[in-house]
Structure formats: structure tokens, C-alpha cells
């Protein structure tokens, strides 16, 4: 986690921009790139960001 970007909102626009051009799904994001999907879901969720399964991106 440590290859992720720190801030919050940094961390939410990288997510969104892989999830849109290349990952089909949070899970394969995370698979993918060794990323624990509960702890990014937390850190995006404390910033006041949630995952959309139906749209594949925080918002």
C-alpha cells in the first residue's frame, strides 16, 4: 500500500482513473496491485468517499 498515494483525495482520483481505464472491478483493482479492499474502502469512506459497485468508482 505503501506504491498508493497518501491523501485521501489523491488516493480517490488515482483509484477512480484505474477503475475506469483499466480494473473492471474494485476486487481485480485490489487483487491486482496487493491492495487490502477493506482498508481501502475505510480510507476513502473517512474522507467521505463510498464504492459503487453498479458504476465502478468512489464517489
Known sequence: MDK???DPFMLF???N???RDVYSS???FCK???VDRDWLEK???DAGF???EEL???W
Open 4 to 6: 498508493l498515494p497518501q
Open 43 to 45: 480510507k476513502l469512506k
Open 13 to 15: 482520483s488515482y483509484v
Open 26 to 28: 474494485l476486487d481485480e
Open 32 to 34: 491486482a496491485t496487493d
Open 50 to 52: 463510498e464504492y459503487s
Open 56 to 58: 465502478n468508482k468512489f
Open 17 to 19: 482513473t484505474q477503475l
